[in-house]
């Protein structure tokens, strides 16, 4: 409602008026769905802003404008708008003064709401202008929402009766009219009980003040127990027919159930046989396994008489191959006896070989020493006499560099004999130097061509050559350091050389001595050989004699065997011969269990033959539930016809007492 409250005040400042505090503060307190401005004076603009709201306003139930002093403008802007509004159900307009435009306001209200059940309208003058109470009574005649009309004091006259008999005769939803107070008189009695028998919904009609005489109003109170009674009756025939759908509704559901049981019964039954039929399967199954586990047993045993008879074959095979190995090793024994020999002497002669060898290799490697004392001193030599050519290379390149900063011109002559130079130096030195020198040569050339080519450049080839001297210098000291590494790495060679020579000495010398240790072992082992050997040949000796006797026990066996063997047949055979009596047995049972299941399937079609007789009994009662129903209905309508009738009578009656004319002549005869 604050959303109904802030649209009501923009509307009013939209249109240049102020909205009414009194307005503001009664939508403030407003309930839900209820709207009072009784004894509130609404101006046009209120009114005019109440319309649009109206229009499309979705929560208001009821709306009460009592006594609010609406003018001709006011009323027609809010009925305007409660024309599209679909929820308002009471509308209450009492002593507004409505005239003329406010009567063709409401005929239109009526026309197009289909909302509004119950109307307000006492202390109003809606029955002073003629016209405009027959476009009143026009809407009223179309609408078909409208229950309750209270029109006390609203001047309507006989004429204004007659528009409302009219109307009520046309109108098939008002139930409840209040016209006390009025004008309407002897006619508009009249007319309002001509129009009754044409209107069953009208229920209460209040015609007091009115000067009606006693006999109308008698007539109209008549007419409206008449209605009522028909209305009780029709509540009344509802009622009977929803508890006859509801009866015939449960009586449905029971047969439906009734049925659903049979069926879970047959269901079941069919379960039960299914089970009794799967347990016969199965323990024919079982039998059939026990029979076939009878046979997998005969078979095994067959099976491990063949497997006894298999290794006594295999232990005979293996003693003899037990006696071949005796033999072959007593043969072994005497011929590793001989090798050992022959090994020992040999290994002998082997130790005094290598003995006399060691001998050589270290005199050899004495001499070896001396070589490469002598190699160390000459080495120390080429490294002195290579450090003098280095020194004389530097002082070289010192006068070189110092000559080509004193004459530049003379750059072509320098460099020639620069060449010379360091080609010499670079052969004295060392061969590992050609490459340098090639580089060096090559650069040379480049610069001589291009002094030759240009002589403007001279002083770009004296920086070129300037860098290759600091190259050589460079080189020359990697090359000292080179034969200086190449020195110490000569030294240590020769001295780890020395120490492996004399480690591998060592080593010789050890291993010599291992070797003579192994081969004692060796002879140790050999004898202990033998004489595992020997004890070896006793227990095979004794395992022939311990397989002896088993093959004896082995044959015992197999006689016990083969006496068991037939005795479990002759137990087979008899174990069969049971199991086919029990098998017969349960042949015999499952026959009777068919006959049951005949008897059950018997027992079901009977159920269902007295089943179908009941449905059609059921249907035989409905059909004459049907026919009572049909036969209470023509009762009603003869009912109906006969209360028309009486009120045909009453209302002729009526008429001959008001024209003067006797009820007895007018009355028909029987």
């Known amino acids: ?67 609010c002093m609406l003018s001709e403008e006011g009323a027609t802007l809010l009925l305007q708008g409660l024309c ?14 409505l005239q003329a435009a406010g009567a063709e306001a409401l005929g239109k209200l009526l026309r197009q709401n289909k909302s509004i059940q119950s109307l307000t309208l006492e202390w109003n003058h809606l029955g002073a202008w003629e016209d405009a109470f027959a476009s009143f009574c026009g809407g009223l005649s179309a609408n078909g929402a409208l229950q309750q009309l209270d029109l006390r004091n609203n001047q309507i006259s006989h004429k204004g009766a007659e528009e409302l008999a009219l109307a009520l005769k046309g109108n098939a939803s008002l139930q409840q009219l209040d016209l006390r107070w009025n004008n309407i008189g002897l006619l508009g009695g009249r007319a309002l009980v001509n129009c009754l028998p044409s209107n069953r919904t009208l229920w209460r009609l209040d015609l007091a003040g009115n000067n009606v005489p006693g006999d109308v109003l008698r007539a109209v ?64 199954g079982q039998l059939q396994e026990a029979l076939n586990e009878r046979q997998s047993i005969i078979n095994a045993l067959k099976a491990k008489l063949q497997m006894t008879e298999a290794a006594l074959a295999l232990s005979e095979q293996k003693a ?22 022959k090994e020992r002497r040999l290994e002998q002669q082997e130790a005094a070989e290598r003995e006399s060898k060691l001998l050589r290799d270290l005199s050899a490697a004495n001499e070896k020493n001396l070589s490469l004392r002598n190699q160390v001193d000459e080495l120390e030599r080429k490294v002195k006499s290579q450090q003098e050519q280095l020194f004389l290379t530097r002082q070289e390149l010192t006068n ?28 004295d030195a060392e061969n590992l130097r050609l490459k340098e020198v090639e580089h060096m040569t090559r650069h040379l050339e480049e610069s001589e061509r291009a002094m030759q080519e240009r002589v ?40 780890r050389e020395e120490q492996q020579h004399l ?88 026959e009777a269990l068919r006959e049951k299941v005949a008897a059950l399937e018997r027992q079901l079609k009977v159920l269902a033959r007295d089943h179908r007789e009941a449905l059609r009994d059921r249907e035989s009662e409905n059909a ?3 026919e009572k129903l049909r036969l209470r209905e023509v009762e009603i309508a003869r009912v109906r016809d006969e209360e028309a009738q009486r009120a045909s009578l009453l209302q002729s009656a009526v008429l001959a007492y008001v024209q003067g004319t006797p009820p007895r002549a007018l009355s028909p005869q029987k």
């Not at 599209?84 to 003064?97: A, I, Q, Y």
């Not at 070189?400 to 052969?427: C, F, G, H, W």
Request: charged share 35%.
């Open 1 to 67: 409602m604050e959303e109904f409250r802030r649209s009501y005040s923009r509307l009013c400042q939209e249109s240049g008026a102020e909205p009414q505090e009194a307005v503001l503060q009664q939508l403030h307190q407003l309930p839900r769905g209820r709207l009072d401005l009784a004894t509130q004076s609404l101006t046009v603009d209120t009114c005019r802003a109440l319309g649009t709201l109206l229009q499309t306003e979705a929560l208001l139930r009821e709306l009460v404008l009592s006594d």
């Open 84 to 97: 599209t509004n679909p929820v308002v159900r009471l509308l209450d307009l009492k002593g507004n003064n």
């Open 221 to 284: 109170e008549q007419a409206m127990d008449h209605n009522q009674d028909r209305h009780a009756t029709f509540r009344e025939s509802q009622a009977r027919t929803h508890v006859l759908s509801k009866e015939v509704r449960h009586l449905r559901e029971e047969k439906s159930k009734q049925f659903l049981d049979l069926m879970e019964t047959i269901d079941k039954q069919r379960e039960e046989m299914a089970r009794g039929s799967r347990a016969s399967a199965a323990r024919v």
């Open 320 to 341: 003899q191959d037990l006696r071949e190995l005796l033999a072959a090793a007593e043969q072994e024994q005497l011929s590793q006896s001989q090798k050992q020999a």
């Open 400 to 427: 070189t560099s110092a000559e080509l900063k004193i004459r530049a011109v003379q750059a072509e002559e320098r460099l020639d004999m620069e060449k010379r130079r360091s080609r010499q130096s670079l052969e």
């Open 456 to 495: 403007q450049r001279l002083e770009a080839t004296r920086l070129s050559l300037e860098e290759e001297l600091s190259r050589v210098k460079a080189a020359a000291l990697s090359q000292r350091s080179q034969a200086e590494e190449e020195l110490i790495k000569a030294r240590s060679q020769a001295h």
């Open 503 to 590: 480690a591998h000495l060592e080593d010789k010398l050890r291993l010599l001595t291992l070797a003579r240790d192994e081969a004692q072992g060796t002879c140790l082992l050999q004898q202990q050989k033998v004489v595992e050997a020997q004890a070896r040949a006793g227990q095979l000796s004794l395992q022939v004699d311990g397989l002896q006797r088993r093959l004896e026990e082995l044959q015992q066996e197999l006689s016990s065997k083969d006496q068991e063997k037939v005795a479990e047949v002759n137990r087979v055979r008899v174990e069969l011969q049971e199991q086919n009596g029990r098998l017969q047995a349960e042949l015999t049972a499952q």
């Open 624 to 626: 004459s539930l049907r």
